[in-house]
């Protein structure tokens, strides 16, 4: 089962998608866990998920995890294909409770309430690519499917 889950090709374009995509969610998760890059930090993203947008707090807290450790597992291909269930799980939530009522469009002219859904749906797009080849060339999982029998 180990060896399905990280078993994967040498295709450079597949970790080109990877690395990018996890430096994007490995910097949104290190707002929310270290408070780096302007975030509040995890007892203050925990607080507005749970008290402001009302999400269980464990829900919240695998939120966090999911952006912050699924990042640098896509930045080092390591359990790729678990990293991006956790991302695409993370978009999909993200979607449904707060931008889908914001609509398709990003708010790039600042004339809605706030944000349409459309980056969900790209970063879903590369995250499912990811989890059906795996993690691609100059990965953690690479490694590994070429060190077992």
């Not at 399905?4 to 998608?17: E, G, M, N, Q």
């Not at 994007?24 to 408070?35: N, Y």
């Not at 797009?125 to 953690?140: F, N, R, Y």
Request: hydrophobic share 55%.
């Amino acid at each position: 089962m180990f060896h399905r889950i990280v078993h994967t090709s040498s295709d450079s374009a597949v970790t080109i998608l990877r690395v990018v995509l996890g430096c994007v969610f490995f910097a949104h998760g290190a707002q929310k866990m270290l408070g780096w890059f302007g975030g509040y930090g995890f007892s203050g993203t925990m607080g507005f998920f749970t008290h402001q947008m009302g999400i269980p707090a464990p829900f919240a807290f695998l939120a966090i995890c999911a952006e912050f450790f699924g990042g640098l597992g896509l930045i080092l291909g390591l359990l790729g294909r678990i990293a991006a269930f956790g991302i695409i799980c993370n978009m999909l939530v993200a979607i449904a409770m707060v931008h889908r009522q914001n609509g398709f469009f990003m708010n790039w002219a600042g004339n809605q309430k706030g944000e349409g859904f459309e980056y969900h749906l790209l970063a879903i797009a590369v995250a499912l690519l990811i989890l059906i080849k795996g993690s691609g060339a100059l990965s953690g999982d690479r490694f590994l499917t070429h060190e077992l029998p």
